[in-house]
Each structure stands twice: as structure tokens, then as C-alpha cells.
């Protein structure tokens, strides 16, 4: 299984130390990522650094360097608490809202990036969450492409092609079959832990650049392919869920037990 790599929250006030970090890693195994970027940031939790002034020549250096861009979201602020038809989440820009609010939201977010120079018909959600209204708006307006689901490959649905998400990452690490899927990474907040975990994963040259997941021919997707991709979205999330609750009863307890003695 080859794995490409998408990078989300591509903001001018991110954190570029990480960025740059990560970056120099891909180059050294010449890797080129697909960036999904904000076409303007008001989530303040992307913003970390100040804003880079050349931000906008910077992107288009590296998309004429052979990286892929994307639009991920349009300002990035979560409007409801609707999981949509990709439920690993319960937090959505897009999910749960009307199609004329996403109409225009896609529409104006497109002509943000077109503004500095960036065409793109690739759309990354934040927290993966769209539902069937961000499709029709996302086709209205000139997309081709979803950077999510689950599978071995692109895949096409609702005349929309699907370019998947590692499921689990060890399962993929692990599978001996032909395709191709997505590691999502959050520079923002890697840890060295982290750096070292993919310098290690870019050193087995199973990772390519995103361009090979591109040329793949789309497979067509069934509504049983779609029902189980659900369900194991929603399965992810409660066992994320539970084990998150887990962890803070131990927290809680072992607070408690220091506090007593």
C-alpha cells in the first residue's frame, strides 16, 4: 500500500517552525505533500505565528515545485455539531447547514484563493465533515475532488471523485495490497515524537507524492460502500470517545488519590 500525505491547515499564521521542519523531511526523500489551505483563517487556534508576509508567492512556489493544493474549509470556524456523511468528527463549517449558506461560503472561499493566484478543484473539509448540500455546492462550483472516505484508492460517488484517508494507520503500515491512501498531518502540533515517526515511515519509500494518488483511476463507489465507510466513521469516533472519557476518570482518580495522602 503507497501512502501520500496531506497537510492540513495551511494558514499564513501558522506555525511555520513545524512547517519548515516537516518540509525539509519530504524534500530529503523528494516527496511532495497536498496542502490544504484556509482561504482566510478566523480559527484562533490556527493562529500561532505571525502572519507571513510573502505567504501567497510562498504556496505558489511550491505548487509550480510539483506540490498539490486544496481548499480546506473556508475560515475554518465550526458553525454546528453535525458529524455529516463522514461522522469521525461532531464539529462542522459545512455539515447541518443550508445549501445557499454553503453555496456562498464555497463560492466566496474559491475566490479568496483565486485572488492570490490559487486555482484549485480539490476541497478538504475541516474535521472531515460535509454533508450532501457541500457536494452540490462544491460541483456548483467548479470541484471535482473530496479529500476523504476510506478505501484502497480513489473512488467515485455522486459524480464527485474521493480521494481516501488512512482508516488506521497500523493497518496500513501492515496491508500488502496495491493501492494508494491518505496520512492526514497536522503540522501545527507535532511533537519530535512525531518527526521522528515519519522520518523513519519516509526512509521505507512507501510514501509517495500526492501527484500518484491523482493519477489513479477512480473506482466506483456502491451505496454498501458508502454505508460501511459510515459506519466505520462512526465506529472510530466512539472508540476515540471512549477512550478519551477513560483517561480523564484516570487523571481524576489519581488527582484524587494525591490529594488525599
Not at 490556527?46 to 501567497?56: A, E, G, S, V, Y
Not at 457541500?134 to 480521494?163: C, H, Q, R, S
Request: aromatic fraction near 12%.
Amino acid at each position: 500500500m503507497k501512502i501520500a500525505i496531506r497537510l492540513d491547515d495551511i494558514t499564513p499564521d501558522m506555525n511555520w517552525s513545524n512547517f519548515e521542519r516537516f518540509k525539509c523531511l519530504l524534500d530529503k526523500y523528494n516527496i511532495k505533500a497536498l496542502l490544504g489551505i484556509v482561504p482566510e483563517n478566523r480559527d484562533p487556534k490556527l493562529m500561532i505565528n505571525l502572519p507571513k508576509r510573502d505567504f501567497w508567492e510562498y504556496i505558489k512556489d511550491l505548487e509550480k515545485d510539483g506540490w498539490t493544493l486544496a481548499m480546506h474549509g473556508y475560515h475554518h470556524e465550526y458553525t454546528t455539531h453535525d458529524g455529516g456523511l463522514l461522522p469521525l468528527n461532531r464539529n462542522s463549517e459545512f455539515a447541518g447547514l443550508p445549501f445557499d449558506k454553503q453555496d456562498r461560503m464555497i463560492r466566496s472561499g474559491k475566490i479568496l484563493l483565486e485572488k492570490n493566484g490559487i486555482t484549485t478543484d480539490i476541497f478538504m473539509a475541516p474535521s472531515h465533515s460535509y454533508d450532501m448540500n457541500t457536494i452540490k455546492a462544491l460541483k456548483k462550483n467548479g470541484f471535482t475532488g473530496i479529500t476523504d472516505g476510506f478505501g484502497n484508492g480513489p473512488y467515485m460517488w455522486e459524480d464527485m471523485v474521493f480521494y481516501p484517508i488512512s482508516f488506521k494507520k497500523s493497518q496500513t503500515l501492515k496491508s500488502k495490497e496495491d493501492g494508494c491512501v491518505t496520512f492526514v498531518v497536522h503540522t501545527n502540533t507535532m511533537t519530535d515524537r512525531d518527526f521522528e515517526a515519519y522520518e523513519k515511515l519516509l526512509a521505507t519509500r512507501e510514501i509517495v507524492s500526492y501527484s500518484e494518488m491523482l493519477k489513479l483511476k477512480p473506482v466506483k463507489a456502491t451505496e454498501t460502500d458508502r454505508f460501511k465507510e459510515k459506519l466505520m466513521a462512526t465506529t472510530k469516533f466512539h472508540l476515540r470517545e471512549t477512550l478519551r472519557l477513560s483517561s480523564n476518570i484516570k487523571r481524576y482518580i489519581k488527582k484524587s488519590v494525591t490529594k488525599k495522602y
